[in-house]
C-alpha cells in the first residue's frame, strides 16, 4: 500500500526456504498481509509475513536454515531479505547494514523499492509502542498484492 517493492530470490542458495515462500504466494497467503514490526536502532528490519497482524502465529510448518552469512560486521546488509526464525512465513527486508547473529537464512535481495522500505522506516514506530525502537510501523504497510515472477 506504500509502492511496489520487488525481491529478486535466491533459490539455489536457500532453495527450501525460497519455495516455502513461492508456495504461499501461490496460495494467495501474502496477499494482504501486515509487516507487523519495524525496528530503527541496533537493526535495521521492515518484518511481514506473520499469520497474525500483531506478528503472531504460524503456518504449520518450520524450515531449515540455508545460505547462513558468517559471523560479523553489518553481516545482513541493506537490501538484504532473510527469514525470520519466529515463524516459516515471517521475512524481514534489511534497510541500514545489520549486525545479526548468523542465524537467519539469506533468500534474497531487495531490487526496487528500497524508498518505499526507507519511507516506512523514516516514520518510525507507532507511538505509545512500550520500546520507541521496535515496534508496529507508524506508517501501516500491507502488502496488497504478492506473485512470483520468473
Not at 509475513?49 to 500483531?54: L, M, Q, S, V, Y
Not at 524481514?92 to 524508498?115: A, H, I
Amino acid at each position: 500500500n506504500c509502492g511496489r517493492i520487488t525481491i529478486a530470490l535466491d533459490t539455489e542458495a536457500a532453495p527450501k526456504n525460497v519455495n516455502a515462500i513461492a508456495f504461499l504466494t501461490d496460495q494467495g497467503y501474502y496477499s494482504g498481509n501486515f509487516c507487523h514490526r519495524l525496528t530503527t536502532a541496533g537493526i535495521f528490519v521492515l518484518q511481514c509475513g506473520a499469520p497474525g497482524a500483531d506478528g503472531t502465529g504460524d503456518v504449520g510448518f518450520t524450515l531449515p536454515d540455508e545460505n547462513l552469512p558468517k559471523q560479523g560486521e553489518q553481516n545482513y546488509p541493506a537490501g538484504s531479505v532473510a527469514m525470520a526464525n519466529t515463524a516459516s512465513s515471517q521475512i524481514f527486508l534489511v534497510y541500514q547494514d545489520t549486525t545479526l547473529p548468523p542465524s537467519y537464512s539469506l533468500v534474497g535481495t531487495v531490487k526496487q523499492g528500497m524508498d518505499v522500505v526507507n519511507c516506512v522506516a523514516a516514520g518510525g514506530v507507532q507511538p505509545g509502542s512500550s520500546d520507541a525502537s521496535d515496534g508496529t510501523p507508524a506508517q501501516p504497510i500491507v502488502i496488497k498484492t504478492a506473485s512470483i515472477e520468473n
